[in-house]
C-alpha cells in the first residue's frame, strides 16, 4: 500500500504513472481507495485509462474501486469516453455498478447529460416491482431488489421524489429482513433529499 501511495501521489512523473498502471492492472493487486483518489488527482489521463482498461479486463473483485476512479478521473474531455463505455455494458449488473462512476462525475459538478439510463436504473427495476402488486418471488427476484436499493444508498445522484416513493411502497411487500433494508434505504434518501431542499448538503 506504501508503494502505491507513493507512486500514486507522484504520477505526474510517468514513470510512476507507468508503474502505478501495471499494478492496477494485475486483477490479484488489492485496490486501496485513497491511492486511487490520489493518482485520479495527480494524473487523471492515465488513471482513466488505468480504470476503463482494468474494468475490461479479468478483474472480479473491487470493481466498485476502478468505476469510482473513473468518475473521479473523467473530465469534461473524457465525458464521451465515460458516456461510450457505460453505453456498451452489457448486463444489468454491470450497469448498476457505473452509477458510481456517475455518482462521482455529478458530486464534481460535471455534467450528467446522457446518462439518464443509468442514473434511473435502479429507479425502473423498483418501479417493475411495484408493477407487479407483490413481493419478490424468489431468492433471485430478493436478490435483484437488494441490489438496486444497495445501489440506491449509495449513489445520492439517482435520488427523487419518485424512487423514495416507490421504495416506501415496497417495505410492506417484502419479507421482514429486506424490509428493514427497504426501511433503511428510504430513511437514508428521504434524509438526504431534505438536506438537498433546505441547502444544506451532509458530508457524504
Known amino acids: 500500500m506504501e508503494v502505491d501511495r507513493a507512486l500514486a501521489e507522484g504520477a505526474r512523473n510517468p514513470a510512476a504513472a507507468d508503474r502505478l498502471v501495471a499494478r492496477i492492472a494485475d486483477p490479484h493487486h488489492f485496490l486501496w481507495s485513497p ?10 489521463r492515465r488513471a482513466f485509462d488505468a480504470a476503463a482498461q482494468g474494468l475490461q479486463g479479468p478483474r472480479t473483485r473491487q470493481r466498485d474501486e476502478l468505476w469510482r476512479m473513473l468518475g473521479d478521473a473523467t ?10 463505455l457505460i453505453d ?3 448486463g444489468e449488473g454491470a450497469r448498476l455498478e457505473a452509477l458510481s462512476a456517475v455518482e462521482r462525475i455529478a458530486r464534481r459538478g460535471l455534467p450528467t447529460a446522457g446518462f439518464e439510463p443509468i ?6 427495476i423498483l418501479a417493475e416491482y411495484a408493477a407487479r402488486g407483490v413481493e419478490p418471488d424468489s431468492r433471485a427476484d430478493a436478490t435483484r431488489l437488494r441490489e438496486a436499493l444497495n445501489t440506491l444508498r449509495g449513489n445520492p445522484v439517482a435520488w427523487n421524489a419518485d424512487t423514495l416513493a416507490l421504495v416506501k411502497g415496497l417495505a410492506d411487500r417484502v419479507d421482514s429482513d429486506l424490509a428493514r433494508f427497504v426501511q433503511k434505504t428510504a430513511e437514508k434518501m428521504e434524509a438526504g433529499l431534505q438536506a438537498e431542499d433546505s441547502g444544506w448538503q451532509p458530508e457524504r
Open 75 to 84: 473530465t469534461e474531455a473524457t465525458l464521451p469516453e465515460t458516456l461510450a
Open 88 to 90: 456498451g455494458l452489457r
Open 119 to 124: 442514473i434511473d436504473l435502479p429507479r425502473t
Open 35 to 44: 491511492y486511487l483518489d490520489a493518482f485520479a488527482r495527480e494524473n487523471p
